[in-house]
């Protein structure tokens, strides 16, 4: 069962998007903030695809990718955003190669993307 990663500081967010991923057959775990995501991350638990918000307290998800980034075993992980920021699409060309979702999220979009992506690559664990 593929784990995912729900990073936002938002809990509603949060526990709408997990219940409703788990109800799709995934393993959610879930963060409120940049730096709790690298302490699981850490952790060594796998995780297959990262979900995290861009604006949150602590440590925002334009800090946390640039360090997810810098981790050679980290930056293999596929990586979405969500974001109720409208300038996201140009600010994500330095980011490397993440996917956008724009608040409110559609989430049937974002599952069709994540079963494509979870496609290519389910038999790895990072």
Partial sequence: MPTLLVVDDQRTLR????????????????????????????????????????????MDGWEFLRRQRSDRIWRTIPTFVITGLTDAEQKREGLGDVRVFQKPLNYEELLGALRAELDGTQSDTH
């Fill in 15 to 58: 526990d709408a998007l997990a219940a409703f991923l788990e109800s799709e057959g995934y393993a959610v775990a879930d963060a409120t903030n940049g730096r709790d995501a690298l302490v699981y991350l850490g952790s060594g638990q796998p995780v297959h695809i990262i979900i995290v918000d861009l604006d949150m307290p602590v």
